[in-house]
C-alpha cells in the first residue's frame, strides 16, 4: 500500500521509502523516514499531486513520487 491508497484525513506508519536521487535525500531530511507517522492533507485534481504532513512538515508531492512511499495503516 502506498501514500496515494490513503483517503484525505487518514494518516499511516511509513515502512519503506524507495525514492532515490535528490528526492529521496530530501525526504529522508524532511523525516519521511520507515517509522514515521505520515498524513494524507488532500489532492489535487485527478490525484496528480498529494499534500502531506510528516511532524511539522507539511510537504505536496507528485504522484511519481508519492507512489514510491509505502505505509501500513
Do not use: W
Not at 500500500?1 to 519503506?16: F, K, Q, R
Not at 524532511?30 to 499531486?49: E, K, N, P
Amino acid at each position: 500500500m502506498t501514500v496515494l491508497d490513503l483517503n484525505d484525513n487518514e494518516s499511516a506508519t511509513i515502512t519503506g521509502m524507495f525514492a532515490t536521487g535528490g528526492a529521496g535525500e530530501r525526504l529522508r531530511a524532511l523525516g519521511f523516514v520507515r517509522g514515521s507517522v505520515v498524513a494524507v492533507l488532500g489532492y489535487s485534481l485527478f490525484r496528480s499531486s498529494v499534500l502531506l504532513a510528516c511532524g511539522p512538515v507539511r510537504l505536496a508531492v507528485r504522484r511519481r513520487l508519492a507512489q514510491k512511499i509505502e505505509v501500513r495503516v
